[in-house]
């Protein structure tokens, strides 16, 4: 039982049937979720924050939120639900006599265990210069993204490195604010990973119109500063003066914990699981950054980490941890992206056609430019760009891209649910949908389904 307390030894034990390790998103959605349907066990979330941040709403307390208080997840997401939870930080796991041992002494034993490590920002060993003041990185920490608020204020010329998601919000976030933000992105395009070049070069042009400044296919190789940084060094020589950089290239998943218990580790270092989310070990778990993914279509290991992704994740978990339920397999990681910038919104579901061409599908694509609302001529319509990439043979859909206004997040989750459920072309072009003048585009031009007629007119010419 959760709660029961003893000193043996000296030492403060506690005993709890699931212990959840980590309190961001998927260690709250695997507690609430194994609580739901195991109403009988008891439940036990250590976590190291005192006040946990929402993750995705990070790049906004930047600008639009102007404060991190208004970016905290509420503790009664889990104490409603009957869990309970304890700020502490676990420094070891005994997998064998199912015991954890905390940073204040405590050792918690547990039936099954729930690892949601998370992950760490990326900073390079072979950049010099990323221990100078006003280097930062973009963690889930609320001390340190305090500090980091603080000290851009004082700043006016800011250089992100990474043109990612993240890295493409928190700019244009901090552009608000009257910087001078310049973006520097190794590849070709900014959000390359998510956007093929034509849609890509569209989130590009909508960013210098905000004013930002953009950077592609050049990378940095030194941050310059004696102290405090005064200036980026790029790949080409050119240098680029700065009162701050930030570095939003990536994250690493935490597996130190998992590697000094003995549970498996993948090649790109992440903790292996099954499609039960288990370890090695049956009676633990792992969920989110932390663990494995395999790419939905190709099964490949996947580096992905979305916090859509970790709850999906931590449901399963949740639901497996005593049984193996009727919702039984996860098959795989679909890498379903969505942003916004101002009032554009832009969304990118599966394979891009880059990817999928690189990966050997043979593909048909189809793109269809329209508008969100109907008549055009209502207020706040935006124009609404879907691109498909369909798998010419099967027809099944591999991916898409959205780019319109506030709306585009809910048409690319549509399509990941096409993909997810492996619908086909004739699937798309035979949906029956429903439409509003306010809140859709026109049933006689839905863009998802003229962008599939599109697919279908190559295909049958």
């Known amino acids: 039982m959760i709660g029961l307390e003893a000193m ?82 676990v420094v070891s796991i005994d997998p064998e006599n199912k015991v954890c041992k905390t940073a204040d002494g405590t050792e918690i034993s547990f039936e099954k265990l729930v690892l949601a490590l998370g992950s760490t920002p990326t900073v390079p060993k072979w950049l010099k210069g990323t221990d100078l003041e006003n280097v930062f990185t973009i963690p889930k920490d609320k001390d340190y993204l305090d500090g980091m608020i603080a000290k851009l204020k004082d700043c006016q010329k800011i250089v992100t490195v990474g043109g990612g998601f993240i890295g493409v919000e928190v700019s244009d976030e901090i552009n608000k604010l009257g910087k001078e933000v310049t973006i520097v992105e190794i590849l070709p395009q900014i959000l390359g990973l998510a956007f093929d070049e034509e849609l890509a070069n569209r989130v590009k042009e909508i960013l210098e119109s905000r004013g930002l400044k953009i950077r592609t296919g050049v990378g940095i190789k030194e941050v310059l500063g004696d102290g405090k940084v005064n200036g980026v060094l790029l790949n080409n020589g050119e240098k680029l003066e700065a009162d701050a950089v930030i570095l939003s290239i990536g994250y690493l998943p935490n597996v130190g914990l998992a590697k000094k218990a003995g549970l498996k580790i993948n090649e790109r270092e992440f903790i292996k699981v099954d499609e039960y989310m288990r370890t090695d070990n049956p009676d633990i778990f792992a969920v989110g950054d932390c663990a494995e993914k395999r790419d939905f279509f190709t099964r490949k290991v996947s ?61 048909v694509t189809g793109t269809f430019e329209g508008v969100d609302k109907h008549p055009g001529a209502l207020p706040d319509t935006h124009k609404q760009i879907v691109k498909l990439i369909v798998a010419r043979d099967s027809g099944v859909i591999l991916g898409g891209e959205v780019i319109g206004g506030p709306s585009a997040g809910e048409i690319t989750n549509i399509i990941g649910f096409a993909i997810q459920n492996k619908m086909t072309l004739n699937s798309i072009l035979t949906a029956q949908i429903g439409t509003h003048p306010l809140l859709t585009a026109p049933p006689t031009a839905y863009p998802l389904i003229k962008a599939a007629e599109a697919v279908a007119k190559k295909i049958n010419h």
Do not use: W
Not at 12 to 20: G, N
């Open 8 to 89: 043996i030894g000296g030492k403060i034990m506690e005993k709890t049937d699931v212990l959840v390790i980590g309190g961001s998103a998927a260690g709250i959605v695997a507690a609430v979720t194994g609580k739901s349907n195991y109403p009988d066990k008891d439940f036990l979330v250590v976590r190291k924050e005192k006040q946990v941040v929402i993750p995705c709403g990070i790049p906004y307390i930047f600008g639009s939120l102007d404060s991190i208080e208004k970016d905290f997840i509420s503790d009664g997401a889990l104490t409603n639900m009957g869990v309970k939870f304890k700020v502490d930080e």
């Open 303 to 363: 580096g992905i980490m979305l916090a859509s992704t970790a709850c999906a994740e931590a449901r399963i978990a949740g639901l497996n941890l005593y049984k193996l339920c009727a919702v039984k397999t996860f098959g795989g990681t679909i890498a379903i992206f969505s942003t916004a910038i101002g009032e554009n919104g832009f969304g990118a579901a599966g394979l891009t056609e880059n990817l999928a061409s690189k990966e050997g599908f043979d593909i």
